[in-house]
DNA sequence: GTTGACCCTGTAAATAGTACAGGGTTTATA
DNA sequence: TATAAACCCTGTACTATTTACAGGGTCAAC
């Protein structure tokens, strides 16, 4: 029987074979056919679906939302202004992420630098830090 | 019997009620003495280590390494290299994080760009680059 | 005295997987 | 041909970090 066993179609698409079966259980693949010994047997164009949620993964999406594109890719015609639409969001997002980090990152470097320079002390500022700031301050 | 309850010291601390008992659960913090009636009673000092785990939290600790952290605190003097190497590896982290959201963002851009000039024809670039694309390379 | 706001417990959900036990199959090699 | 390695199967439990919910108790105010 030819087709792709689990640890091939992982291989290839760069995803855990682990992952594979918990996407099916998620039903964002169709059970795939099995050999008589109940091996699953991937088509190249579950390993192309596969790759599909892996890339998107990779942009952030969720596994619910790429669910809602699978569905769209179903009717193409009428799909690009919805997913332009939740790009367009997934964008802002990732924005959002962007500007956190970048706040965390800004923290622990001044963090780190003014724990460089007090190497003669005793105290150590990052954890002072730590304790010290309010909930609601960025620190 | 004086002291903070689970939601004061939740909105003090800028945390969810119910994170409170999961910190006690995973003993980042310690059971706080109950009234007759069984409520807990936070000291300011829980207030203090409860603001210190939220604020290490912000920085994307995970609750682990904030453990190592204030296990650290005890001992103060000879903390603050450990927490200065815990920090840079962190700020390491942080940075990569950025990275591969930069690499995320741009790679959403294009598409986003390439849908809206693509108004006339009933392809769908998005959907149509999630496909294509080969798992280790990014998008 | 009763309503509403708070507290308690244990449990289950959610995110997206990973790991493991206990077994079957297939392939390669000695 | 035997057996060992490398794969596959299942179900279950675990990771991390909350959040939610059911079913009950308590407390303050009106």
Redesign the pocket.
């Known amino acids: 029987m030819e087709g792709l066993?689990?640890?091939?179609v992982a291989k290839q698409c760069g995803?855990?074979?682990?992952?594979l079966?918990?996407y099916e259980k998620r039903k964002l693949i169709d059970p795939p056919p099995?050999?008589?010994?109940?091996?699953?047997m991937y088509s190249q164009e579950d390993a192309v679906k596969i790759r599909f949620i892996k890339n998107a993964?990779n942009l952030g999406f969720?596994?619910?939302e790429i669910n809602d594109l699978m569905k769209l890719r179903v009717d193409r015609k009428k799909s690009c202004d919805s997913v332009l639409v939740k790009a367009r969001k997934k964008r802002e997002e990732v924005d959002q992420k962007i500007r956190d980090l970048k706040s965390m990152r800004k923290t622990l470097d001044q963090l780190i630098g003014k724990c460089e320079k007090s190497v003669l002390t005793n105290d150590c500022p990052i954890l002072s830090s730590f304790e010290s700031a309010k909930p609601g301050k960025k620190l």
């Open positions: 066993t689990r640890s091939e995803v855990n074979i682990e992952s079966r918990y099995r050999t008589r010994a109940g091996y699953r993964r969720t596994l619910n």
